[in-house]
């Protein structure tokens, strides 16, 4: 599969929304897990969000539940993960991912998924 493309990371204030995309190509035609993942030097990578592309069926972490939202378009295969009222522990490096023909789809493994992007910087300042 081609590499995953990363785009929209940047700086915002406390309760400022942003909207990351990832260009996903080859991955409508096929059953994958798509994912955001986050990662700060401080902390191992951790998953924000999954869905699966053939239901569309989506989880999120408890953290950013009522704020994040994970979402694709298999019309254009992108992936995108629209974040609201963001804080200071959002700030990281975001990830997007995809596992294909997965037998299960969660944001709790990151080891699982095979083709990653190069990560996209988001800031929360105050």
């Known amino acids: 599969q081609a590499q995953l493309v990363e785009s929209g990371g940047g700086s915002v204030t406390l309760g400022g929304s942003l909207t990351l995309s990832c260009a996903t190509p080859?991955?409508?035609?096929?059953?994958?897990?798509l994912g955001w993942f986050r990662q700060t030097p401080e902390k191992e990578r951790e998953g924000v969000a999954v869905?699966?592309?053939?239901?569309?069926?989506?989880l999120h972490r408890d953290s950013v539940k009522g704020r994040f939202t994970i979402s694709y378009d298999d019309t254009n295969n992108t992936l995108t993960l629209q974040m609201n009222n963001l804080g200071p522990d959002d700030s990281a490096t975001y990830y997007c991912?995809?596992?294909?023909?997965?037998?299960?789809?969660?944001?709790?493994?990151?080891?699982?998924?095979?083709?990653w992007g190069q990560g996209t910087q988001v800031t929360v300042s105050s």
């Open positions: 991912a995809a596992k294909p023909a997965p037998k299960v789809c969660r944001y709790s493994s990151p080891t699982d998924f095979t083709t």
């Open positions: 080859g991955y409508a035609k096929i059953g994958a897990c």
């Open positions: 869905i699966y592309t053939v239901d569309k069926a989506a």
